[in-house]
């Protein structure tokens, strides 16, 4: 058990984050819930995350979805969806980075799913895929 010393600190600590958490917006809140899990378990990506909002269509091998896309990287990216996925499917994305942009379509495998949505690792590689992906993360606003 531990000292009531201790136990104080963090009642302290807990009831400051909750007053904080209990001030943002719902989408802020999955932000810091992410980034909290990620401190918890150890950051695992080997690249770095651009945020954004942009609308996706996508398809898993038995039937068509739409959500938001969160968050991209050179390896992938976080769809917020509900939509009922396998972890290991394959999935197709098409989305316009702005307006005026073409679609861009994606391949690639759902990494993991959680209730606010799913993550898809890239399964194309090479140097031109690179540069469209970094063209991509590039024109997000």
């Keep these: 058990m ?3 010393v201790t136990l104080k600190k963090y009642n302290i600590t807990i009831a400051r984050l909750l007053d904080v958490i209990l001030t943002m917006t719902e989408s802020q809140q999955k932000i810091i819930l992410q980034q909290a899990e990620d401190l918890v ?3 695992r990506r080997i690249s770095e995350r651009k945020s954004c909002d942009l609308r996706v269509h996508f398809a ?3 039937r068509a979805h739409r959500g938001v896309i969160k968050n991209v990287s050179m390896t992938g990216v976080f ?3 509900q939509a009922p996925v396998i ?3 394959e999935v197709l994305m098409a ?3 702005n307006p005026n942009a073409a679609s861009a379509k994606l391949r690639g495998e759902i990494a993991h799913a959680t209730r606010w949505g799913i993550g ?3 399964t194309a590689k090479g140097p031109l895929f690179d540069q469209q992906i970094k063209n991509i993360i590039r024109n997000i606003n």
Excluded: A, H, L, Y
């Design 2 to 4: 531990q000292d009531p």
């Design 41 to 43: 378990k150890g950051e």
């Design 60 to 62: 898993t091998p038995d």
């Design 79 to 81: 769809i917020e969806s």
């Design 87 to 89: 972890i290991g499917e």
């Design 95 to 97: 989305f316009k980075v």
């Design 120 to 122: 898809v690792e890239f």
